[in-house]
């Protein structure tokens, strides 16, 4: 595979291009650009590459009559595209002595981009590796999502207290790598009413939205691998149609007319905020319809234009539902293959449920969506009549497999009774899609026993397991250009292709050279990243200590909490027993809260203030820091990553789904200390029990606990380091003249039950840890350790996912260009 472009890449025409666009697109000169105009220029002249090869791939024949996948997710964490997108055109260096001619280094243009944060973690960054391993192995496909206006908030800390502000990604001058198509534009309906007419002596419904709006979209090029072929990000804003509340007002429909007055710019104004965790708000469900309307409507469109009829959509079509978000896709394309192409009920239906397909994220309650019946009803009147027709057809199933169980009817039905009805949208997921899978081989297990162990029955062979994957050009080629270099080197350049090969460098992981220069690397990004810490943030570190980090979003389930027991512990340890040796050691945090969870603000907040007295404590030298770095996103994990000596996988078994940050630390070297949950479970087979630290309780043993009647207390009582960990909480070490201030995580560890087991895995935590801690003094030992970590994880590449979805959902094939 040669990229054309590398071929045909004209150096004097691009550099030509991007002075054109310094000059006619950002209005300054050559003598008066600053570093950012020049990132702009040189985004746009790229981009206006990759926009003609978009093009092409849309207008090809080949692709109009494969059968594409088409991803839809209200989140794409997509990060920079600029770097990334360099190195899949294969002109990296090409355009890094172009712009060196211009007198400009591309290092410091490409820090000069926004990191696009349209989605909340992994859910979303998984999306945006799925986008770049379809578009690398050639599969047709579209990515559907949203066009915030402002995407994840970004996070600053004032006293160590978490500070959000909005995220105005595009900047004032746009960003270069997107393009708007108002040729594709589509008006989305909310609200009306339904009405009944006849037409050819039949009686039919037909939707009267009371409010119209119109969803602009704009594409972003996802880029194959050295190939020519890119396919579309398709991200769709909301936009008022005017004057849009005229009509309404005309036909004296004044409450109507309310509805419209809603500036229809709200609907994509801001990213809900929340990881793994729903609130039924308007809004968010005025987001999903209109995501999932405009998504549907192009999507037929595409169809229709191809010359394919109706009747083979599943053949030319799949629609991947990432997670329940965008669930109204299944009422709205049943509604307009009925009301609109005036199907039958059971030939729409055919078409449909072979059509959508479903991923499982969580099993947490508090994060599986039901909306309000009644919110349904009034926003979108006529897909709740689809779903209650769905649903009497699917109960009238589970009659016939189940006579007289009424029981297992009120617990399948898509409608779950009581005062308030509510709509189960994973229920909906399940009955209408062709297949369902979870995230990783434990989670799909609890999937089919836990979750849905009727539809299991029921459906036999639907529920199925895709376990995740993260991109190797972003998360290993291009955020550790050194460990990519000294790879390939040993085993040629094909792995970032194909991931296997990295078993490759296993033959060298006891070679004492090849350890030096792997682990010289990891010095040299160690190096990098503790720059970053003194530039940002003013403290000096150790790049010899260990590097243990814990990056995620932060919630209760990922137990960062444990992680800051067992800095007290340490802390506690260096203070007052004379015996106890470390390893010097730096624990780093990064983590965006929800806006309105309240303990994972307390968490941030207790870290922040534990760091600020070890940090300057003379009792402990330089033995322990803890450094929060702020503002958590994809830039920042690009650079965290390939410096980490340990991995922090440490959720309450059962838990956590997948995990996509476990594989990219893994990928790079770091050892994992973790519980039994999700991917980690797979990552030790891969690495083998040798070369990953698992502790704790897992799901049974977690379960039988609870069963017994779990008492934190018990533990508190007992172990004595536990306790004194505990109790540096309650006093003012770390918040000097205001005792107490720390204690909300140490009141929800003790009288609030331990909802996620802290306590229960502590000791075996700490065992895990001092086991590293004796690991990292053999430095050898370690060095083949995390060798053996980088190429036994071959598994976790997307394009071994994606692969899955083709050979065992999808059934698509690749279309080479
Ligand atoms: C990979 C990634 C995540 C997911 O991390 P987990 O440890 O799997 O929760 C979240 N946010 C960003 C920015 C990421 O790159």
């Known amino acids: 595979m040669k990229s054309k472009q590398t071929g045909s890449f004209d150096k004097v025409l691009f550099q030509e291009s991007v002075k054109k666009h310094l000059y006619a697109t950002y209005a300054t000169t050559f003598e008066k650009a600053d570093k950012h105009a020049w990132f702009l220029a040189m985004g746009t002249a790229l981009a206006e590459l990759t926009t003609c090869d978009l093009l092409c791939t849309e207008h090809d024949e080949k692709i109009r009559n494969a059968k594409s996948v088409n991803y839809l997710s209200l989140e794409f964490l997509i990060g920079r595209l600029t770097g990334n997108n360099l190195i899949s055109m294969g002109v990296y260096q090409q355009v890094a002595e172009a712009m060196e001619e211009l007198g400009q280094n591309l290092t410091d243009l490409l820090e000069e981009e926004r990191d696009p944060s349209l989605g909340n973690g992994g859910l979303g960054r ?134 419209s007055l809603i500036d229809a710019g709200n609907i994509t104004k801001v990213l809900y905020p929340n990881d793994n965790h729903e609130k039924g708000k308007t809004l968010r469900l005025m987001q999903q319809y209109f995501h999932s309307a405009a998504s549907i409507r192009d999507i037929l469109r595409r169809h229709e234009e191809a010359g394919h009829t109706l009747a083979s959509l599943p053949k030319y079509e799949t629609i991947q539902l990432n997670d329940t978000h965008p669930t109204v896709s299944i009422p709205e394309l049943m509604r ?134 993260i991109t190797p050009r972003r998360w290993l080629k291009f955020c550790n250009p050194e460990l990519s270099e000294l790879i390939s080197q040993k085993i040629g350049s094909d792995w970032p292709t194909q991931l296997d090969q990295l078993r490759n460098i296993a033959d060298y992981a006891e070679e004492t050279e090849f350890q030096k220069a792997f682990m010289q690397v990891k010095q040299a990004n160690k190096q990098r990243l503790a720059d970053w810490v003194e530039q940002n943030m003013d403290i000096k570190l150790d790049t010899q200590a260990i590097f243990d980090v814990q990056i995620k979003r932060l919630h209760e389930y990922k137990r960062q909490h444990l992680n800051v027991l067992h800095i007290l512990s340490m802390y506690h340890r260096l203070l007052h027993d004379s015996d106890f040796e470390m390893e010097p050691r730096v624990v780093f945090f990064a983590a965006k809260a929800a806006p309105g969870y309240y303990l994972a603000k307390e968490i941030i907040y207790a870290v922040n203030k534990i760091a600020e007295k070890i940090n300057h404590d003379p009792r402990i030298g330089n033995k322990l820091k803890v450094v929060f770095i702020p503002d ?20 309450t078994a059962g838990k956590e789904a997948s995990g996509t940050g476990n594989m990219k630390l893994a990928l790079n070297g770091a050892l994992t200390i973790g519980t039994m949950d999700g991917a980690n479970v797979e990552i030790r087979e891969e690495v083998g029990d040798d070369n990953i630290y698992i502790f704790g309780l897992e799901v049974d043993e977690v379960e039988q606990l609870k069963r017994s009647g779990y008492n934190p207390f018990d533990y508190y009582n007992s172990n004595s380091l536990l306790k004194a960990s505990l109790d540096l909480l309650l006093g003012e070490e770390f918040t000097p003249g205001e005792p107490g201030k720390l204690r909300a995580i140490y ?71």
């Open 747 to 817: 009141d929800s560890l003790l009288d609030g039950g331990d909802p996620y087991f802290c306590l229960a895995d502590f000791e075996s935590y700490v065992k895990a840890h001092e086991a590293m801690d004796e690991q990292y003094k053999d430095t050898a030992g370690w060095a083949k350790k995390a060798i053996l970590n980088t190429a036994l994880v071959g598994k976790f590449s997307s394009d071994r996912s994606i692969q899955d979805y083709v050979n065992n959902i999808w059934k698509l094939e690749t279309v080479k260009r």
């Open 336 to 469: 307009i293959l009925i009301d609109e192409k005036e199907m039958e009920w059971d030939d729409a239906w055919a078409i449909c449920s072979k059509t959508f397909a479903y991923t499982n994220h969580t099993l947490l309650p508090e994060a599986l969506e039901t909306w309000d019946e009644s919110l349904i009803q009034r926003l979108l009147p006529r897909h709740m009549e689809i779903i209650y027709q769905i649903n009497y057809l699917f109960l009238k199933e589970v009659r016939e497999k189940w006579p007289g169980d009424v029981e297992k009817q009120r617990k399948l039905s898509i409608i779950q009774e009581g005062f308030h009805r509510m709509v189960r949208m994973a229920n909906l997921c399940v009955v209408g899609s062709y297949a369902v899978n979870g995230v990783a081989a434990m989670h799909s297990e609890l999937v089919k026993q836990d979750l849905f162990p009727e539809f299991n029955v029921l459906y036999p062979g639907k529920l199925q397991n895709v376990t995740n994957g």
């Open 632 to 651: 958590y996103r994809v830039s920042i994990a690009e650079i965290i990553i390939p410096a980490a000596d340990v991995s922090e996988q440490i959720s």
């Open 126 to 259: 998984l999306a945006a590796c799925f986008m770049d391993s379809l578009a690398a192995q050639e599969f047709p496909t579209v990515g559907y999502g949203l066009h915030y206006e402002y995407g994840l908030f970004k996070q600053s800390f004032d006293h160590g207290h978490q500070v959000e502000t909005p995220d105005a990604w595009r900047g004032v001058e746009g960003y270069p790598w997107e393009i708007a198509r108002p040729d594709l534009a589509q008006e989305i309906g909310f609200y009306g009413h339904v009405e009944t007419y006849q037409e050819n002596g039949k009686e039919k419904r037909r939707w009267l939205p009371g409010m119209t709006v119109k969803a602009m979209p704009w594409d972003m090029p996802i880029v194959g691998y050295e190939s020519n072929t890119v396919y579309p990000l398709r991200l769709w804003e909301c936009q008022a149609i005017a004057p849009f509340s005229l009509e309404s007002f005309n036909n004296g429909n004044y409450f109507e007319a309310q509805h």
